[in-house]
């Protein structure tokens, strides 16, 4: 199954700064997603990552406050932009294979001071 | 927007004893997933049924499926202090498996030893 890394695991930011998430596999992958867990909470979708073209976004998240990036089939970041408090998460990406269930990194736990 | 809903939202059981958690979802789906997560960490896969089947078994897992009802539920027979952890369902509309995944709010399970 297709190995993920995720960085940086953790980070403590100042409200107003950004941040970006890399998330890395050992293996093309067709698929790569971004969730976020909020305190508590199970995953929303935040947006879809499509090599070679803008991201596709779920409804609530905007490519402004959430920008991604996909430059090729292992890897894709996520930026969180003008963090406030409620920004406050874990950041996820989880890839597809097509062959095989959603897999996923351990997580960007994010907190915004 | 998610669409599962998981009952119980907690449950608290001693080693040994059997564990079960419900799921519910609204649309058509294609297959429907469990996960588990163990604090501070990411998603770990545990089982896929398809939406043409109607129960599914591994190890100490079993998984029912009913259409008719949206419903799922998932059975961690003869418990482990180190099954605790929360538990989402996780469900996939799309036309071919491994599409976008809508979960559901999740189980709090505590085993005590």
């Known amino acids: 199954s297709a190995v993920i890394s995720q960085k940086p695991s953790r980070d403590i930011c100042q409200r107003g700064t950004s941040l970006t998430i890399q998330c890395q596999v050992d293996s093309q992958v067709t698929m790569m997603f971004w969730y976020r867990q909020q305190p508590g909470q199970s995953l929303t979708l935040i947006a879809t990552a499509n090599q070679g073209s803008e991201a596709t976004y779920e409804s609530g998240f905007v490519i402004d406050k959430f920008p991604i990036s996909r430059p090729n089939l292992t890897f894709s970041t996520l930026t969180v932009s003008n963090m406030s408090p409620e920004d406050s998460s874990i950041y996820l990406c989880?890839?597809?294979?097509?062959?095989?269930?959603?897999?996923f990194g351990d997580g960007t736990r994010l907190s915004i001071l | 927007s998610q669409q599962g809903e998981e009952d119980p939202q907690a449950l608290s059981i001693q080693e040994g004893e059997n564990a079960t958690m419900n799921c519910s979802y609204k649309t058509s789906i294609n297959n429907l997933q469990w996960y588990r997560q163990n604090s501070g960490r990411g998603l770990v896969h545990l089982i896929l049924?398809?939406?043409?089947?109607r129960e599914k078994h591994s190890g100490r897992l079993r998984v029912t499926l009913d259409t008719s009802k949206k419903s799922s539920s998932l059975l961690i027979t003869a418990s482990r202090a180190a099954d605790t952890a929360s538990y989402f369902c996780a469900t996939d509309e799309g036309e071919t498996s491994g599409s976008r995944l809508t979960f559901g709010e999740g189980t709090q399970l505590t085993v005590n030893p």
């Open positions: 049924i398809r939406s043409n089947e």
């Open positions: 989880s890839v597809d294979t097509g062959v095989q269930p959603q897999h």
